[in-house]
């Protein structure tokens, strides 16, 4: 999903996460909230900013996204690609599907899945706080 937020709510949120807004975060955040890509790695990123005549150095995309998963505003994933991948933290739940053969990245939301794994975890006494599921696929006409 492709959606711009208003600067002004872009500065709430970095503020709202315990953030000074900075020219570098707000436009790493706009990156990513309007990036057709859901999932972006730090060269991604660094690269849209690049092209867009951005002054912002790779360690500090690489140190402000590390910030944003601290504060909660996204999440990284390893995918086993070798190069993690941010997205934004979702209002809901879902987990991934990753393709070997092109790396990319599929979200799904499955509510027997997610069932199913609270009774699994229950059963052994325990209740699920948080996590990933991450299945590696391919194309079936291969």
Do not use: W
């Not at 953030?19 to 790695?41: D, G």
């Not at 660094?46 to 402000?64: C, H, P, Q, S, W």
């Not at 910030?67 to 991948?85: L, P, R, T, Y």
């Not at 879902?94 to 069932?115: A, L, N, P, R, S």
């Amino acid at each position: 999903t492709t959606y711009k937020i208003q600067t002004m709510s872009k500065n709430n949120e970095i503020r709202s996460a315990g953030l000074k807004v900075t020219h570098a975060r707000k436009r790493i955040l706009e990156v990513l909230e309007t990036s057709r890509k859901s999932h972006l790695s730090a060269d991604d990123i660094n690269k849209i900013l690049i092209k867009n005549n951005d002054e912002v150095g790779v360690a500090t995309v690489y140190r402000v996204l590390n910030q944003f998963v601290d504060a909660g505003i996204c999440i990284k994933h390893n995918f086993d690609s070798g190069q993690a991948v941010f997205e934004l933290t979702p209002a809901h739940h879902h987990d991934h599907m990753v393709c070997v053969k092109t790396g990319k990245v599929i979200e799904f939301e499955d509510e027997v899945i997610e069932e199913r794994q609270e009774e699994l975890a229950k059963k052994k006494g325990y209740k699920i706080v948080d996590h990933s599921l991450v299945l590696f696929v391919e194309p079936l006409d291969d």
